[in-house]
């Protein structure tokens, strides 16, 4: 028991080190994007009626690999999103600058979309909030 509670004593005490001086804190703290979700009229007949998900996630302009991804199931729609760093893929990569932001209706929770899936996209700047995203097309194949 002694062992147990001065190892949680060590691990707060780590826990609680000053960040460097150097650590750009400014650049994480923007790491975010704010919006709402909808779809177009035409394609509301097409909302799955059992579970489903929304998937919404965020790339660079150079990389189709994700940095984040949300992950919604049963959504109301319009849906309003915040995406942040805890949703990064990798905390490898920063969410900056100009990004892609692609949301999917899904009735799988699968990161490749499927035929059916109904999906959208707009960019966007990272740190911005009131984004607009409409999904507007159906996956064909």
């Known amino acids: 028991m002694k062992s147990l509670t001065f190892s949680i004593f060590v691990l707060l005490l780590l826990s609680c080190q000053p960040l460097p001086k150097d650590v750009p804190l400014e650049k994480y703290r923007k790491q975010f994007i704010e919006g709402r979700v909808d779809v177009e009229d035409s394609l509301k007949s097409k909302l799955p009626k059992r579970d489903h998900f929304l998937i919404i996630s965020v790339r660079d302009m150079e990389n189709p690999m ?74 064909e194949r």
């Open 66 to 139: 994700p940095i984040a991804v949300l992950r919604v199931k049963n959504p109301r729609l319009p849906y309003s999103f915040k995406i942040t760093g805890k949703h990064k893929l990798s905390h490898e990569r920063l969410m900056e600058g100009q990004v892609i932001i692609t949301a999917r209706i899904s009735n799988s929770d699968q990161a490749e979309p499927q035929k059916g899936d109904l999906l959208g996209s707009t960019s966007a700047i990272v740190g911005s909030r009131g984004v607009n995203l409409v999904i507007n097309s159906e996956v």
